[in-house]
């Protein structure tokens, strides 16, 4: 089955810097690669998402891109906020089994963004 | 609109006692999963509704876990003779369909066996 390797699993950058997290996956059937940003007792919030007829999507700070053929896709996150400090996860959603879209995450990346 | 609800917030059990966790999907959405999230760990997927039928139950990590749904609403999901290793966080999502449709979560159920 599918499997998604995530790095860093921490990360701490200086406000106003950019912060970059890669992910992999195995599963080249995979086609839609969400990311989710999850605050202390709060449940994950997606904020961005791809799918694989694109390379890249940006949405004002926050962008992803994605590589098809080596089969990994990043979060790039420009002039990082105090705010932006959260844990950071990546998914992919395999397409065997009817495409029900069940999500495949990564273990996560804890991202600080020091004042 | 009112977003995914979970209750209880917060569980704190004996071994071997049952629990049931549930999950009020956003009004509509079709679809509906559950994952389990351990302490500083990613999601591990458990189970899919599609409307009140669970084509997909793979993510199961034993008989001692089940879920249904109702009314293509509301979904339970009941842990058997609860271990301490069933210890985590219990997040549910809704989507408007199946397959690649934005999943949105709730606030999760937070599960301590003792």
């Known amino acids: 089955g599918e499997n998604v390797e995530q790095h860093p699993s921490t990360l701490s950058v200086q406000e106003g810097d950019s912060a970059v997290i890669k992910c992999t996956y195995s599963d080249s059937a995979s086609n839609y690669f969400p990311w989710y940003k999850q605050e202390l007792g709060k449940g994950p919030q997606l904020i961005i998402d791809i799918r694989s007829n694109v390379g890249e999507k940006k949405d004002q700070r926050i962008a992803v891109t994605l590589n098809k053929t080596a089969k990994h896709f990043s979060l790039h996150i420009t002039e990082t906020q105090p705010e932006d400090s959260a844990v950071y996860f990546c998914?992919?959603?395999?397409?065997?089994?009817?495409?029900?879209?069940?999500?495949?995450f990564g273990k996560g990346t804890k991202l600080s963004v020091k004042p | 609109g009112a977003g995914v609800s979970q209750s209880p917030s917060n569980k704190v059990t004996e071994k071997g006692k049952d629990v049931e966790l549930r999950c009020d999907p956003i009004?509509?959405?079709?679809?509906l999963y559950w994952y389990r999230q351990r302490l500083g760990q990613g999601l591990e997927f458990l189970i899919y509704?599609?409307?009140?039928?669970?084509?997909?139950k793979s993510g199961l990590p034993s008989d001692r876990f089940s879920a249904e749904r109702t009314g293509e609403s509301v979904s339970t999901l009941t842990i058997q003779r609860t271990q301490q290793e069933d210890s985590a966080v219990y997040l549910c999502?809704?989507?408007?369909?199946?397959?690649?449709?934005?999943?949105?979560f709730g606030p999760g159920t937070r599960l301590l066996v003792l």
């Open positions: 998914a992919a959603s395999p397409s065997y089994g009817g495409s029900q879209g069940n999500l495949i």
């Open positions: 009004s509509g959405h079709t679809a």
């Open positions: 509704f599609q409307g009140n039928s669970a084509p997909d």
């Open positions: 999502a809704s989507s408007p369909m199946g397959g690649h449709g934005t999943q949105y």
